[in-house]
């Protein structure tokens, strides 16, 4: 069965600033898809950004960005500049090809501060 | 975009008593939805999952009886807790699919049993 790990239950920066959340995942499949979801305090669940594996670029969204490391299976989110609204639970997500079910890490919460 | 109407945001029940909870797609058909439960401040924990005219898959440890899902048609699909009782409350979360489409989440709907 996958796995998703985020080693990181809570982060505060300054607004502006750069943070990188972390993620590992755990999978014996070579075809699959990663995500990073945002969960504001309302908990409106909001895709930020996906990265299908076979692909070897990073995928970028404005500021938000990954670090795809496939061999090492490691999925880590960049957020530049970041902004109060950036202030939200953040959830790695796995889904193998193929498959209908989303597997999600535990959440890290990301708080900016002003 | 997609959107994924649920209803209600949130219920209070007496104890022993059923409760519905909605989940439409307005704007596409959505051949499978998905159920979650969200303790505080944890991740999603997927319940069942659930296509258009078929009876619901449900995770180990999901009692069937208890958690009763109908997907009727390509746009709802409801939650019903049955005989609901203070550890049944929780944030219930709902999602659809559209064949070969991504995830968009409901809103969620907190619910409280008393």
Redesign the interface.
Known sequence: AQTVTQSQPEMSVQEAETVTLSCTYDTSESNYYLFWYKQPPSRQMILVIRQEAYKQQNATENRFSVNFQKAAKSFSLKISDSQLGDTAMYFCAFMKQGAQKLVFGQGTRLTINP | GAVVSQHPSWVICKSGTSVKIECRSLDFQAT?M?WYR?FP????M?MA?SNEGSKATYEQGVEKDKFLINHASLTLSTLTVTSAHPEDSS?Y?C?A?AEGG??T?G??TRLTVV
């Open positions: 499978t998905f969200q401040k944890q991740s999603l997927l999952t944030f979360i999602s699919r991504g995830y989440f809103s969620g």
